[in-house]
């Protein structure tokens, strides 16, 4: 049976929770022993236009010489998991005055889990609230005090409170308290400077307390303390940071029954109340995005005020029970759901209204059956008012992209224009760009350009590189020197095989002048989306494949990724790295930067042939003095919640790190902790150029690290890791391990994504399959000896009629001959002989290709 008609009212995800009291049905042995929490899950019925039961659950609580009570009820999120529950908080009164508290959380499934509990010598009865953790925080004797699921102990915070107005989340601050208090005044403010604060004169003021960094926040950026002896509760609309600044939009019920909307700590409006002992105030966002307070009153009343041009009333209602805010009809928007009080009907959900003072518009008691007709015709009438509106998007949509390709096509004739200039000026002869490059097709067959003409193409490039070296800069990072050339993307694409060679400029007899230096190309997209770090070499379309007996690819793969014609827009930069201590043995010294690569053109129709080719990019000047003053020092400062630093300082610090990649799934909490790890205690702020990657600011070794943190959904993400050194590699995972949920898999993708590998594993064996295929039908596999046979070229002994040479004895010798020429002629046909060379070649290729498929079925199986 229930005890009593006292029920507790909840919204949670579209449904009300119902929380009641009961003893269980009389059983022998066990009558008044045991106590019963029940909870009661109702969802609205669109089409009876009332609210059902949707399941049910039950807590059973040994209750012998106890009186259970259920304190309040609220939504908190779960520390552990980062998922919002529904928690009860519940009071049990033993002897002596003990009072018993025991904090439950409800589960989709129904199930209650005991949180924790603790005990009190006195009873809890002013501004209890719950909050993340989850917490359970309360006011007595004008203190503050709290308790969470983490601590399990209670806590006293060192402030004095006469009343708490809010509870709840600030950016950058964690779960912050609103309260008043009496004026605490500096010893400063004698009693001449009595009337000059603004404390002093009404001799309370506001404050925050962060109940986490356990902070003083002041109340002005709240409201003046003016206000703080006539506020009885405070809803805050909206809080962020902006300019280092915290900056808040609030709305606040008074005793002089007004309802103030308070913006960055000033008054912007203000609206008279039409009952009296206002006492709690929350919002709602409608279908029609009208921002709506809803306020409570003490004598069960409750009132809309709407926020347009001015703050007014728009509607009110008396003996209200409950009111609750949520999406209950499912349509994407929250509606109030307003419980009347009825002592005629006891059955729980029998007389309430939902509306939001707009579409949504029901109410107990009425059918709604006569009204189908004209709903269905409103829902007619909006579809076909979305689908005007989406056509009338995609055609503004199809405006834009066309408005954007104007641009593009005008911004490359001025550039082209600009080129054609500058050769004029230099007396040089203009290379217009080639169809390919500008996107043309030809309307007939595509006809390679014949040899001569790339050759000629070739010869220019190496007498004016000044068309394909965008620009030449140098960084010094920690102990390295980077050196870096950014390419022109028609140029880097006709390339394989690039790399950079430094060599000095100085004649040391003792010494050779070549630097040993590694080299890296890395890409950034002009989006700046991603970052992509590479050293192997950009593969044309596979449509267009063509064979290379000359190249060798002799980079280390350290970070494997097929560069392909979808990322034209990208800047190609070649990145030479070397040690910087030699160096600064010659105090000064002048080194030489070189392209070295090698070009493509087109020989035998299906072949390539690579020419080597040299270009000189310019010259670099490194001196102790100039390093000592940090002219070539990467440059990362924080300004604004942004790491500023140029595209060549980013690309510096990737060039000089060691990539790691991270898959941590998930299966049993959401990885909110992630984000909170690397904004909290790592100090990243995001690049300014890229705020996908963000650059790690704390002091120590783990300085300077970039970090990449995508999520694919809620439960799993993939963070990526640029880092000097393995040891920066174990601190950083160590502090993630302490922050990550103990159910958390990580694992290291040591390969890299699967779609790349498979994508690069058919490119291995197209490209395979062609050297097979151009091997066999090479002009140079001819034969070196053309044997010569006895019998007459052509004349076999299908042309002889067998019969007559089997009439005789030696007509019969005669066809054995002949048939034993045949043979030998045959098997001789079938083992030609080739060039050595040319076989030793043809078998080297072969060997690398198949070595290169191999390599990246073994990756693949890694992956």
Known sequence: MLLGKQEHFLSYNGEVLIFQLSKPKDVEGATDKTMNLCVRRMSFNRDTKLFVQKSSGLFSMRASHLKIEIICCSCATDSRTGVILPCILMKKKKQNNVFRYLLLLLHGSNQFEQSFYFKLDYELKEDIRLFTGPSVLWRHANKLFYISSDTCTVLSAPVQLSSVVWTGEIADEGTVVLGTGTACLPESEDEDEFSTSDRAVWGSEFFGYAVKTQKMLTGTCFMPHAYSRVVSSVYVCKNEISKKQLRISLVAVTHKNQLIWFQDGLPKGVCELPYEKPCSVKTAVTSSSDLLFIVSFASGNTCVVQRRDSLQVASKWQKVKSVLVDDFTGSGSEQLLLLLKDDSNTEVLSTFILTDLGEVNYASGINYKHDAPAAEGLQENGLLTVQALETRLQAGCTSVRELQQHLRLKKKVILESCRALIDLVEERTHILPTAKEEGLVSLWD??????????????????????????????????????????????????????????????????????????????????????????????????????????????????????????????????????????????????????????????????????????????????????????????????????????????????????????????????????????????????????????????????????????????????????????????????????????????????????????????????????????????????????????????????????SLLDSEEGVQQFRKKLQNEREESVLSMNQTMNGALYQEIALKIAEAQLSSDMIVWRLSKS
Request: hydrophobic share 40%.
């Open 446 to 803: 595509d006809v390679e350009n014949p040899p001569h003409s790339l050759s000629k193409e070739t010869s220019l490039a190496s007498k004016v590189p000044e068309h394909f070296i965008e620009k030449l800069w140098q960084r010094v990072v920690g102990d390295s020197l980077v050196v870096g050339v950014e390419l022109t993307a028609s140029f880097y694409l006709s390339l394989s095989d690039v790399s950079l060679s430094l060599v000095m400029d100085q004649d040391f007899s003792l010494i050779s002048p070549i630097i040993k230096c590694r080299n890296k190309i890395i890409k950034l997209n002009k989006a700046f989306s991603a970052f992509s770090v590479s050293s192997c070499q950009i593969e044309p379309p596979p449509k267009k494949m063509k064979l290379d007996l000359h190249s060798k690819n002799d980079l280390k793969k350290e970070f494997p990724k097929r560069c392909s014609q979808v990322q034209l827009d990208g800047a190609k930069t070649v990145i030479a790295v070397t040690s910087l201590s030699p160096l600064l043995a010659f105090h000064r010294v002048c080194c030489v930067v070189l392209l070295r690569a090698k070009k493509q053109k087109r020989q035998n129709d299906s072949l390539q042939e690579s020419k080597n080719i040299t270009v000189l990019c310019g010259k670099i000047l490194l001196s102790l003095e100039d390093i000592s003053n940090g002219k070539y020092s990467v440059k990362m400062l924080r300004d604004n919640s942004y790491c500023t630093g140029s595209m060549e300082d980013i690309l510096a610090i990737l060039a000089v790190s060691v990539r790691f990649s991270f898959q941590i799934v998930s299966s049993g909490c959401t990885l909110t902790p992630v984000n909170s790890w690397l904004l909290g205690e790592m100090e990243c702020t995001p690049f300014k150029e890229c705020h996908d990657s963000i650059f790690c600011h704390k002091a120590g070794n783990v300085y300077g690290t970039v970090f990449n943190w995508t999520l694919k959904n809620p439960f799993e993400g993939v963070l990526t890791l640029f880092c000097r050194n393995l040891t920066v590699l174990f601190q950083c995972l160590h502090s993630l391990s302490r922050v990550l949920p103990p159910s958390c898999d990580v694992k290291l993708l040591r390969s890299g994504s699967k779609s790349i590998l498979t994508e690069q594993l058919a490119l291995a064996l197209e490209k395979e399959i062609l050297i097979l295929r151009s091997s066999f039908f090479s002009k140079e596999s001819k034969a070196e000896n053309s044997p010569t046979w006895g019998n007459e070229p052509g004349k076999k002994i299908s042309d002889v009629p067998v019969a």
